[in-house]
């Protein structure tokens, strides 16, 4: 029985780390709009906690708290938002959770020694609903503080109360913890879900290659003039004499090969700065972003990377299947993608029309490959 609860919590573990390795940017998004919202809510409520201690006599022992918490939270609200990044999210709200333990444990403690902790309740059930981060870390964190609040109580509380408080509130500290756990695992399953669903309608089913909708949406992205990561180039890819392909080997073969050069191009397109597409039927698209001096290099090494699949053929010339290619890079006349792709397109079909297997620039030369002869 035990070992089967290792098991399990040990698979639970790790497929929570898989899923925040997978999903960290949907995660953070999510952590940070709740941290907003509860820096907002919390500011709005110690606003108007200090506007009601200046009507109201009772709450006027409570205004060094209220101006002390809503200070610290404007605070962290700056600085928050200086600039935002997934371990600066992750501390800012840490720092609202100890922001809002300390008020609360004043109220609780400090100012009614002599009753019952009430405010400290809140903090405990809601904190661990908020943020999603790893098990150990905000298991870790919440105990701390739970910790921190039974020493408090029985330095300030008599012995009696103290131990009370420290049963009551230790079992909203656990309730806290398994609903936390529960509202994360589905959050987790939600973010997946909608990420698995991203990449499906940006993904080519067959090669595993972006797709056209995913192409219009970076051109777009770097058509701007503030683009973080502006295009540099663009090379055009056609496969030689694919319909002949088809007719020797059938359709199905054909789908075989073009999973074959999705596949060789994911497993080298990061290393040659490139985003690749299928842009229909036999053909390929290649947004690139690095130096426009190695365009050419960078073309070529598509090229080999198709060759050296020796995917046979028997009707081509060269034995193998084989791409032809044209690119274009980016110049100060030449910088929108559109324009790109046009100039890589004429370059593409004077690579077909010297005779296939040939690399072709903008610029008119044109290289025919001979690899597959190797």
């Known amino acids: 029985m035990k070992r089967n609860f290792l098991i399990w ?8 780390h898989q899923q925040m390795a997978n ?13 907003h919202m509860s820096v907002s809510i919390f500011l709005g409520l110690m606003i108007l906690m200090l506007l009601i201690s200046f009507t109201r ?35 800012s709200f840490y720092m609202l959770c100890a922001i ?49 609040f039974v020493f408090s109580v029985l330095l300030f509380k008599p012995t009696v109360l103290a131990l009370y408080d420290a049963v009551n509130v230790g079992a909203f500290f656990l309730v806290g913890i398994i609903v936390g756990e529960y509202l994360k695992g589905i959050k987790l399953s939600n973010i997946e879900s909608r990420r698995l669903l991203t990449i499906q309608s940006y993904t080519d089913e067959l090669t595993g290659l972006y797709n056209r909708r995913k192409l219009y949406e970076d051109m777009a992205e ?15 890819i056609d496969l030689d004499f694919f319909k002949q392909y088809n007719d020797s080997y059938g359709h199905q073969q054909g789908d075989v090969c073009l999973e074959l050069l999705g596949k060789a191009f994911l497993a080298i397109h990061d290393k ?50 084989t791409i032809s ?35 072709c620039g903008d610029e008119g030369s044109a290289v025919q490959n001979t690899l597959p002869h190797l």
């Open 325 to 359: 290619v044209g690119f274009a890079a980016a110049n100060q006349q030449t910088a929108a993608c559109e324009e790109l792709i046009r100039k890589a397109d004429e370059a593409l079909y004077r690579a077909k029309d010297v005779g296939r297997n040939t690399l």
């Open 57 to 91: 006599a009772s709450f006027r022992p409570y205004q060094p708290l209220y101006l002390a918490a809503f200070l610290l939270t404007l605070l962290l609200h700056f600085l928050s938002r200086c600039r935002i990044s997934h371990r600066r999210i992750l501390a």
């Open 100 to 148: 809002v333990f300390a008020f609360a444990d004043c109220l609780s403690v400090v100012f009614a020694q002599n009753q019952m902790s009430s405010s400290i309740i809140a903090f405990f059930l809601l904190a661990p609903l908020l943020l999603i981060d790893k098990f150990w870390r905000i298991n870790l964190v919440m105990l701390c503080f739970y910790l921190a």
């Open 9 to 16: 919590f040990k698979d639970r573990l790790e497929k929570e």
């Open 222 to 236: 770097s058509n701007l003039s503030d683009a973080a990561s502006p295009v540099t180039g663009v090379i055009m």
């Open 272 to 321: 040659l700065h490139l985003r690749i597409y299928r842009y229909g039927g036999e053909e390929f698209l290649a947004l690139y972003y690095g130096d426009p001096s190695r365009l050419r290099k960078t073309a070529e090494s598509l090229q080999q990377a198709a060759a050296e699949l020796h995917i046979p053929f028997s009707a081509s010339p060269f034995t193998v299947v």
């Open 23 to 35: 999903s960290r940017g949907e995660i953070d998004s999510d952590n940070s709009r709740s941290l």
